[in-house]
DNA sequence: GCATAGTTTCACGCGTTTCTGAAACTTGGT
DNA sequence: ACCAAGTTTCAGAAACGCGTGAAACTATGC
């Protein structure tokens, strides 16, 4: 279990002094940090959460230069990090009339971000786990009935592999179930449940 | 040592050829590969979703040995892979009269793993994020009440602030409720579902 | 058409993470 | 007590991911 990640930045600063900016208030710094912890955990990269956070902190969008100075990233990490965080639909460039920079606005929709991340990566890596489960279920059946070399350990193996199955598929229906209101119902937040046997 | 006996033939391709050892069959292959890489996606190492699932598909306890030929790993990898399964409760170390050899068993409910991996390490990262996010609330208060630099940059930023806290206490109480019935119940599977609004 | 400001792309380097190999350690047998 | 077989620990090597900095590119204004 890869524990670290961590790193909780002291205030105290040693001389490397990365002064952050006056411009990010500490309200900033600090949801930015905790968001971008939790995206790491999350399997993305840390400055897309910062990056996404202060835009979703902010009233107005920004221009990526802001985000450079605030973050003290180079011009190169953020354009990249506003072209991944764009590519998951999570953050939107608007234009200005008359103005030829390039502002960043974050998607302001917590659920529709969080449905799609579900949708496109989660609800895929467990498709793949799926089909390879049944894969692995063919081979098992292709060896065993021809090689009858050890009934017991292919007996269990097509248990536990079924087993294995079994929790795939659910995880598939709560990841659809999530999806689906998330899409259609926000409110639903207090209401959370899990079907208790009857 | 004893694995010859087998594989008498191998015409060797490639000359990288990784052969997997003749006692891994093709269906442990395809599966601890494809629970390895979920492993991965969840934050785990690789490694550790191929050992626990070797050792969950198997009738029998197996030695390190064993693992290790099966899986092509050096011995260090092998007991340190075990050592963090173990730290984590999904493998144990079981022993055998009159046999001085370390066997390892997977703990076989695949609920109870998920919950303890959910209770300790998902909702420790909960817990620190909705911290991290009070915080950085009160820091603005503290920060916009003597200061009055950007009213409309306050209000905004403390309303989405306080929208993120919402998100995450919701997710709170998500995992206790995944947590909680996992553990007394193992057959609401099929019976997920979330609250719809009435 | 050229200069200027802003943005994107990309090869490289750096810090981490993971694995290996070998040495140290344990335990049971003789 | 010593040996043999197995296991754990650990320093270093390899692999990997991420961010930098500079160059290429684009668009605007003169």
Known sequence: MQESAF???????????QLPSPELWESERIVSDAIGRLMVVWGF????????????LSD??????????????????VSMTLGELARWGVVRKVFRQG????????ESSLWKMIS????????????????????????LERFAEQAVSAPARARIQRERIEQLLEL????????????DHARMDVSWLPRFRLGRRT
């Open 168 to 179: 795939a598929r659910l995880g598939r229906s709560m990841l659809d179930a999530l999806i």
């Open 60 to 77: 107005e969008p920004l221009r990526a230069d802001a985000l450079r100075e605030r973050l003290q990233l180079s011009a190169g990490a």
């Open 7 to 17: 790193d909780a930045r002291a205030p105290a600063e040693s001389e490397s002094e």
């Open 116 to 139: 799609r991340v579900l949708r496109e990566r989660e609800r895929a890596e467990v498709l793949l786990a799926i089909e390879a489960l049944e894969d692995g279920l063919a081979a």
């Open 99 to 106: 103005d030829r920079h390039d502002y960043y606005e974050a």
């Open 45 to 56: 990269k840390r400055n897309m959460g910062r990056v996404w956070t202060l835009l979703y």
